[in-house]
């Protein structure tokens, strides 16, 4: 598995957006200690009538392990894959981590709502983020499925939060409680 975790918020995109490649983040923010193996995600994937694609070289022996920071996972051959990552409150990327809660909790502190309180806890309470990755030109409805069977699986499972870049938080039902979105005037 990869090493390098460019993960950064959609914002960040580069300033020659006509040849960089743009992507959609979305992240779960999660509660529960360690992540569950990859196997446990592929098999809920797979029961939701889902067919993940994962790396021709990826050792199996991988799947059964709680510790991983980075995996492609495909959902067509003829489409680019989602990139999915995993950074802890510990350990090797625990900066990227750090990072990732210091920018949203900065960002949730403009708002004062209810919401955005429970929000904030989530977000200051989460033991590790869970992000995907999509490449904007290349994902379909599919695409956009399977992603969110993939976030549906770590909020369900691991005590998490949804949040998509330029969209805002969601609610465990879907629905929109705190709104990021970047209005243009």
């Excluded at 390098?4 to 923010?29: G, M």
């Excluded at 067509?76 to 949203?104: A, H, M, S, W």
Aim: charged share 30%; net charge negative; aromatic share 12%.
């Amino acid at each position: 598995m990869a090493k390098e975790l460019p993960i950064l918020p959609s914002t960040a995109q580069p300033a020659d957006a006509a040849q960089a490649e743009q992507y959609q983040y979305s992240r779960v923010f999660c509660q529960k200690e360690n992540s569950p193996p990859l196997s446990l995600l592929l098999e809920f994937l797979k029961s939701r009538a889902q067919a993940p694609i994962t790396p021709p070289d990826m050792d199996e022996s991988m799947l059964d392990e709680w510790a991983w920071v980075q995996v492609t996972l495909g959902y067509d051959r003829n489409r680019k894959p989602i990139q999915v990552f995993c950074v802890r409150d510990r350990g090797t990327y625990q900066d990227v981590f750090d990072k990732e809660k210091e920018l949203f909790l900065g960002l949730l502190s403009a708002h004062d709502d209810i919401e955005a309180g429970l929000v904030r806890e989530y977000v200051e309470r989460a033991r590790f983020v869970l992000t995907t990755r999509i490449a904007k030109d290349d994902m379909t409805d599919e695409g956009y499925d399977f992603n969110g069977w993939i976030l549906e699986f770590y909020q369900d499972q691991c005590n998490g939060i949804v949040q998509i870049d330029n969209q805002g938080f969601y609610s465990p039902k879907g629905d929109l409680i705190v709104d990021l979105s970047f209005k243009e005037e």
